[in-house]
T-cell receptor, first 115, second 111 residues
Framework: GAGVSQTPSNKVTEKGKYVELRCDPI?????LYWYRQSLGQGPEFLIY????????DSGLPNDRFFAVRPEGSVSTLKIQRTERGDSAVYLCASSPTRAGKETQYFGPGTRLLVL | SQQGEEDPQALSIQEGENATMNCSYKTSINNLQWYRQNSGRGLVHLILIRSNEREKHSGRLRVTLDTSKKSSSLLITASRAADTASYFCATGQGGSEKLVFGKGTKLTVNP
């Protein structure tokens, strides 16, 4: 079956611009996560959705970052007024039920470069 | 912040040799998972070991977990050039739903 997909694969933007990153989870998975991975580091948690609601957004670095999942499937991570420090690979993952207890399945990521 | 610490940071071996990577963590966990990542993109899940398990096998992979020492090891036997990748441990903790990753071990298997 289809895995987690993310679009775009790569995004280059200018400092100060707004970007949207999309994640399509595995069909039927209720849990969805966003992580950010900087060069040479492991992924760092941003936000977790259970269904349509953000159950844990403690990893969002500041109020420029926002994510939605309006119908409980596709999710969009939105970054306002991008900064060069936002450059990273943004990874999305999904799991069938509650995480921390189940395997998370990752997408290929979106590589964001802020010039 | 990252909890897990993989050791070593980098490992280079010859094809056919075994590769051992270690992971240490700081808090109590529900489970520990190992992932592989090629070329800095998507992570592939390798194996999950629960906090009440001590050892688990999957093909050429063997994972151990010592909760008293808060450590885990991943052994890849009879390594292949295709095993070249970065390997990360990740912990699921308490009531939290997120995974906390280490910085990873970069494994190079030379043909």
């Amino acid at each position: 079956g289809a895995g987690v997909s993310q679009t775009p694969s790569n995004k280059v933007t200018e400092k100060g611009k707004y970007v949207e990153l999309r994640c399509d989870p595995i069909s039927g998975h209720t849990a969805l996560y966003w992580y950010r991975q900087s060069l040479g580091q492991g992924p760092e948690f941003l936000i977790y959705f259970q269904g349509t609601g953000a159950a844990d957004d403690s990893g969002l670095p500041n109020d420029r970052f926002f994510a939605v999942r309006p119908e409980g499937s596709v999710s969009t991570l939105k970054i306002q007024r991008t900064e060069r420090g936002d450059s990273a690979v943004y990874l999305c993952a999904s799991s069938p039920t509650r995480a921390g207890k189940e395997t998370q399945y990752f997408g290929p990521g979106t590589r964001l470069l802020v010039l | 912040s990252q909890q897990g610490e993989e050791d070593p940071q980098a490992l280079s071996i010859q094809e056919g040799e075994n590769a051992t990577m270690n992971c240490s963590y700081k808090t109590s966990i529900n489970n520990l998972q190992w992932y592989r990542q090629n070329s800095g993109r998507g992570l592939v899940h390798l194996i999950l070991i629960r906090s009440n398990e001590r050892e688990k096998h999957s093909g050429r992979l063997r994972v151990t977990l010592d909760t008293s020492k808060k450590s885990s090891s991943l052994l890849i036997t009879a390594s292949r050039a295709a095993d070249t990748a970065s390997y990360f441990c990740a912990t699921g903790q308490g009531g939290s739903e997120k995974l906390v990753f280490g910085k990873g071990t970069k494994l190079t298997v030379n043909p």
